[in-house]
């Protein structure tokens, strides 16, 4: 199930328009699907939870719908919860490919935990997809577990990446390989008052920089194990 909310209370989103997607997108590979993952807590893991149910949403064709009736240049976020559509560690290219068409004229961006790296046929059909969906102007960003992470995904030049970064990382560094991070700026205490629906950088598909997030919510700890390399 999709559900779209079309403006969104969270401080740090900014009042865009957001969806949540069922929890059975999530890949497996994920190491935050065990613990650590900022979405089950909270309200907003209640609303995943229904949503994941089936008591709220809609179905792929009915939300495509939704978005594809937004405004013209209206930024949104895809999957404050969830993931690309498919199960678990695949993605559907199909089902990509009407998100894709309907947010033709919109500036929709979303993250991926859903492997890329490697030559098994997965990993193969999810890059291509994602490089699809970034040549087409809908942003999905690679979600990295670390740094050195990070690098592996940019190597792959299917889309821009962010990471997480161990807890007390400085506003600005670098990956192993000299890619230059920078920490997310809604989450930054230098820059108060920024959202996504002010700073928008992670809609920009051209983008070289890697965004960083520290780990926060309930699970932060265990995130920032993963950042760790833990």
Known sequence: MFHLTQKSGNIKTGPIPVSTTGNKTC????PLKKSGCYAKGGPLGMHWKKVSAGQR???????????ASLPE?????????GDLPGAGDSIDPAALGKLVQANKGRRGFTYSHKPII???????????????????????????NNPA???QLADTHAGPVV??????SGMSTQTPQGRKIIVCPAQREDLRGVTCATCQLCSRADRSVIVG??????AKRAAGKIACGK
């Open 57 to 67: 949403g809609e179905t792929l064709l009915r939300f495509a719908e939704k978005i």
């Open 73 to 81: 240049g209206q930024l949104w976020r895809h999957n404050q919860a």
């Open 149 to 151: 992470h990070a690098d």
């Open 213 to 218: 997030f520290l780990p926060h919510g309930s």
């Open 163 to 168: 990471t997480l970064l161990p807890e007390g």
């Open 118 to 144: 490697g030559d098994s046929e997965e990993a193969t059909r999810n890059r291509a997809s994602i490089r699809f969906a970034n040549q087409n102007g809908f942003t999905v960003n690679l979600s990295a």
């Open 27 to 30: 890949p497996d590979s994920c």
